[in-house]
């Protein structure tokens, strides 16, 4: 296959050499002077003889004939998979690699009568990976692992005893611990080649047998001790733990002799009924009554003589621990206390709280009264009376704010807003009068409206390009939404869309753009809910070069391979199809072949173009016999002539309104004669192809150029 680099220019410099002539014009006998590993053959054409060097050997067929090795470009491509291959004189013989043997069970072979080289199960030899061990064959190799309850010795799994001088033994699948092998609560007991498990005490197995292997799933559960009854005793609740149990009282009970929960053959413990006695006394309390002294038993208080009840329960309750619970009851001493410190305010008062007691409040400097009483006294409650004194500050003007208006104002307060061509940004919009007299003032700003995307321009058909407006501080989110559709291809439709996180003020996003398409963008900033839009239409591509398989070939009928992908959205118009002969010297522009158009033509040209195809009658995969006779798009593809060395040529065109672009790549080569092809590349992807035959005479070298 040909790449890109054929595209562009291409210029095909033809030499011809004329039969080597004797001394004095006589010709000279042609097969007696072929090499020995030489043939003579006719020319196709019956114009004369000619030297050819047999199978196996390459030269020029006169004074080189040199043995061909065959091995030089692969063994597997000369004699298949797994191979080695070996040069001789004039041919050459197979091997197979180790691991692989013939398929003709001999030795050595030659591949053309389907010989090849297949696998050897090296497993069918008895024994291979020892005792306990397993063979598994690979392609070309084979490997050994271990039998349950074995393991490898001295090398990995799997192994090759022959690499790695390894061997199976048996393995003490206990030695990882009874939990990993035999599972939770267990015992692990190794035998040779094997293992059996058996339950710690307080489980057995889910198989109700003595000994089991885990491998039918059987594992050790927990065994219910309180299905025993009256483990725990009188009053006693049993639980069951893993492998265990413990016991707890009921409520009403409490443990003796040890701790709680407890285990009675371990700590000889047990539980027994729950008695508080008679309750303490408490200070300012009296006991009223306490008819029992067991669990759940209520005891009854008051305040004593002098003290006044203020919250509280006065009931002590005999608890499940054999302690009453303390009554919740206050009583103290009648007394109002300090009296409350209001805002802004002064107290007037003798330190005194007793019922009677007077406080008077007055404002501070600097506030003012603005409603409500000044004055409290203490009851006989215990309690100050409510006070409903306000003071207020006296703050002066309200304070200016930038870019603002006030909306509300009192002599404590001021609301703001934003006068119009202004929004705000960040910051309360409210000035207050604090208690010191001096205003907070608001830390709103008023901030110049801008759209929050401008100056949104599309640089080199790929990037888009836009100007931020926001706080600096900020991340905004982006999202970026493009559709593009073509007039010359109604189904298509191109629609994606990108979302971009930045804090920048200037941003750039290159898109993925088809060519010839018209493409609307549009950025919305998210958070402002803004939406900036613009258009741009893409220019027509230079088409990629087209996949094809490049062959030579010595048929005047040869068929061409072209593939394609369906679901290309190159703008891509059509195939021409060209025929170009090596004959004579001549120039060839891929940009510009109108001068092989068939109306231009004054005599038979022996360049032209034989096939114009439309690339929607192209599938995925096309073939084209050049020469069948048949005409395609207007042009006809004629039969070459017989004995006469062409370049088949293939143009990919692509237009759109008056401008076109195209690419061109060399397509095949179709051999008259025995000429010698040379190829090189330009760096402006012209193709120049010389062809040179070079005659070894008996008296020299002779060189002709026929004229275009």
């Keep these: 296959m040909m790449d890109e680099t054929q595209r562009g220019m291409i210029t095909v410099i033809l030499l011809c050499v004329t039969s080597a002539m004797l001394a004095g014009g006589q010709p000279i006998d042609v097969c007696g002077s072929c090499h020995a590993n030489a043939t003579c053959d006719d020319y196709p054409d019956g114009s004369g003889k000619v030297c050819n060097c047999k199978y196996g050997f390459v030269g020029n067929g006169r004074t080189i004939c040199l043995d061909k090795d065959e091995c030089q470009i692969g063994a597997q491509k000369i ?50 990976c020892g005792d306990g061990g397993l063979c598994r064959n690979l392609e070309g190799s084979f490997e050994c692992s271990c039998q349950l309850g ?37 015992n692990c007991h190794n035998t040779y080649g094997s293992y059996f498990c058996t339950c710690l005490s307080g489980y057995h197995p889910s198989n109700n047998m003595d000994v089991f292997i885990p491998n039918d799933g059987t594992h050790c559960q927990d065994t219910d001790e309180c299905m025993i009854t009256g483990l725990c005793g009188d009053g006693g609740l049993c639980r069951n733990l893993e492998g265990s149990f413990e016991c707890s009282c009921q409520l009403g009970y409490q443990v003796h002799n040890g701790p709680e929960p407890f285990n009675p053959h371990k700590h000889k413990s047990f539980c027994k009924v729950v008695d508080c006695g008679r309750p303490a006394a408490i200070e300012g309390m009296v006991l009223v009554s306490v008819p029992q002294t067991t669990y759940s038993s209520v005891a009854m208080f008051a305040c004593d003589e002098g003290f006044v009840w203020k919250r509280g329960e006065n009931s002590s309750v005999c608890g499940a621990d054999g302690q009453w619970r303390r009554p919740t009851a206050v009583c103290e001493d009648i007394s109002c206390g300090p009296p409350l410190n209001l805002p802004h305010t002064n107290l007037l008062w003798n330190g005194t709280s007793t019922p009677g007691s007077v406080v008077l409040y007055e404002c501070m400097d600097g506030f003012y009264q603005k409603s409500g009483n000044n004055v409290s006294t203490c009851s006989t409650s215990g309690e100050w009376e409510d006070v409903s004194i ?50 907070e003032k608001a830390s709103m700003k008023c901030v110049e409206i801008k759209p929050a995307v401008n100056h949104l321009l599309v640089i080199n058909e790929k990037c888009v390009n836009w100007r931020a407006e926001k706080y600096e501080e900020d991340t905004e989110v982006y999202k970026v939404t493009y559709v593009g559709s073509r007039d010359y291809q109604r189904s298509f439709h191109d629609k994606r869309k990108q979302f971009v996180r930045s804090k920048a003020d200037q941003l750039e996003l290159c898109l993925k753009l088809l060519p010839v398409t018209n493409y609307s963008i549009s950025i919305t900033a998210m958070s402002a809910k803004f939406t900036a839009s613009i258009t741009t239409t893409t220019s027509l591509t230079v088409p990629p070069a087209p996949v094809i398989y490049y062959r030579e070939f010595e048929t005047p009928v040869p068929t061409l391979r072209l593939q394609r992908s369906h679901h290309t959205l190159d703008p891509l118009s059509l195939y021409q199809v060209f025929v170009v002969s090596v004959d004579q010297i001549m120039r060839f522009d891929c940009s510009s072949p109108a001068s092989l158009h068939p109306s231009s033509r004054t005599k038979p040209l022996l360049e032209y173009i034989t096939a114009q195809i439309e690339v929607r009658h192209v599938g995925t995969e096309f073939n084209f016999t050049v020469g069948n006779g048949l005409h395609y798009g207007g042009f006809l593809n004629a039969q070459l002539e017989n004995g006469r060395n062409y370049y088949i040529l293939l143009r990919a065109v692509s237009e759109w309104k008056m401008e076109i672009k195209s690419t061109c790549v060399l397509w095949a080569k179709v051999k008259g004669t025995s000429y010698v092809l040379m190829v090189s590349f330009s760096a402006a992807a012209a193709l120049i192809v010389t062809i040179a035959l070079i005659i070894l005479g008996v008296y020299g070298f002779v060189w002709c150029f026929r004229k275009t």
């Design 390 to 439: 306000k003071c207020e500050a006296l703050c002066g003007p309200a304070p200016f704010l930038a870019n603002s208006e006030v909306v509300w104002h009192n002599r404590s307060v001021v609301i703001y807003r934003c006068v119009n061509g202004y929004h705000s940004w960040r910051g309360s919009n409210v000035s207050v009068c604090s208690s010191s007299g001096v205003w």
């Design 79 to 128: 004699c298949g998979h797994h191979t080695n291959c070996h040069n001789t004189y004039g041919s050459y013989f197979c091997t197979c690699l180790s691991g692989y043997h013939p398929s003709n069970n001999m030795d050595v072979f030659i591949p053309n009568d389907g010989t090849h080289c297949q696998d050897t199960d090296e497993c069918m030899i008895t024994g291979l």
């Design 150 to 186: 074995y393991q490898v010795h001295n090398g990995p799994e799997p192994f090759n005893p022959h690499k790695h001088k390894s061997f199976c033994k048996d393995k003490d699948e206990c030695q990882i611990g009874a939990q990993k092998i035999c599972g939770r609560h267990t």
